[in-house]
């Protein structure tokens, strides 16, 4: 198997006493597009800057492409073949878009042109408006212009699509998916919109309090999660390692079950409960419940083979 894209084994980073991520272990292998989600604050954006050398790690590890983000010779061979779109969106303010582009293209051999020219058009950008002018859309549209420009081997975007409209968004996902998906590129994406998500991404790894609640290819969440809603009187509160999430209502308890819900649900008849609903799970669906779960699960490795996506004591 060729070697991860990105790497990251027990990486960890706490500000004073706040861990804002914890043990973290990521193996997304080239090619992924790989939807990094959670809550404000869980730990997105900063295990994006560890990848990136712009945070430094307490402990644990990363590497992006085999190379080390903490090491400067290897971070600057990081930052040549990775492209990064930030959450906050901070270029030069006196600067016009044609003039970012200018200063942009000299630091990346593999820079296309084209690219820009074509992205320049296709988002609509007004290129001879100084930076600081633009609306927050039109900032987003500039930042996505100069990382995809760069025609690198890796995309790490945090919340690239923030204050664009629809149609604009719509386009951004066009442009990933015929000019940077299809060329095999590996694209690891934050987002709170999870429709978009579900657009463009074939992995998930779900984040909260800087914890992998979850981790799975898309298609087996569509195909295999389900909801299972079960009432009676002391019904476990796990009682299959596919059990991903279990939470209670009063007499009620839903589990989000991984795989084999019809064979969990007979455990739990047998067991005397009454079962009111077995139901299948889109990612919203899902997210929303594992953001409220109560239990804690193991996740698998992106890109490399079916994740266990869960594994409880």
């Not at 600081?132 to 945090?158: F, H, T, W, Y």
């Amino acid at each position: 198997m060729s070697e991860a894209a990105i790497l990251t084994e027990g990486l960890s980073k706490s500000f004073g006493t706040q861990a804002a991520v914890a043990e973290l272990n990521l193996k997304i292998q080239p090619g992924a597009v790989y939807g990094f989600l959670g809550r404000n604050g869980a730990g997105k954006t900063t295990t994006m800057r560890m990848l990136l050398g712009l945070v430094r790690p307490t402990k644990g590890s990363a590497r992006v492409l085999g190379l080390d983000p903490g090491k400067e010779a290897e971070l600057l061979r990081i930052l040549e073949r990775v492209a990064f779109v930030p959450q906050r969106k901070q270029l030069y303010g006196w600067a016009t878009p044609v003039e970012l582009v200018r200063m942009n293209k000299a630091y990346f051999s593999c820079w296309s042109d084209e690219a820009a020219a074509r992205l320049a058009q296709r988002l609509e950008i007004p290129m001879k408006t100084e930076f600081k002018k633009l609306s927050i859309g039109n900032q987003s549209k500039v930042a996505l212009l100069l990382a995809l420009a760069q025609e690198a081997e890796v995309l790490v975007l945090d919340e690239p699509t923030a204050g664009l409209d629809p149609v604009m968004v719509d386009e951004i996902l066009r442009t990933l998916i015929e000019d940077h998906v299809s060329q095999g590129r590996t694209i690891f994406v934050s987002s709170h919109h999870l429709g978009e998500v579900e657009q463009i991404c074939d992995w998930v790894g779900i984040l909260e309090e800087g914890r992998l609640l979850l981790e799975s290819r898309l298609e087996e969440i569509r195909q295999e999660f389900r909801l299972v809603i079960a009432s009676g009187e002391g019904l476990p509160a796990v009682s299959s390692t596919d059990v991903v999430s279990a939470t209670t209502d009063g007499r009620f308890r839903r589990y989000v079950v991984a795989r084999e819900a019809e064979r969990f649900a007979a455990e739990l008849r047998g067991q005397g409960a009454t079962i009111l609903e077995v139901s299948s799970l889109g990612l919203r669906e899902l997210f929303l419940h594992l953001v409220r779960k109560e239990d804690v699960c193991t996740p698998g490795n992106a890109g490399a083979k079916p994740a266990p996506v869960s594994s409880f004591s």
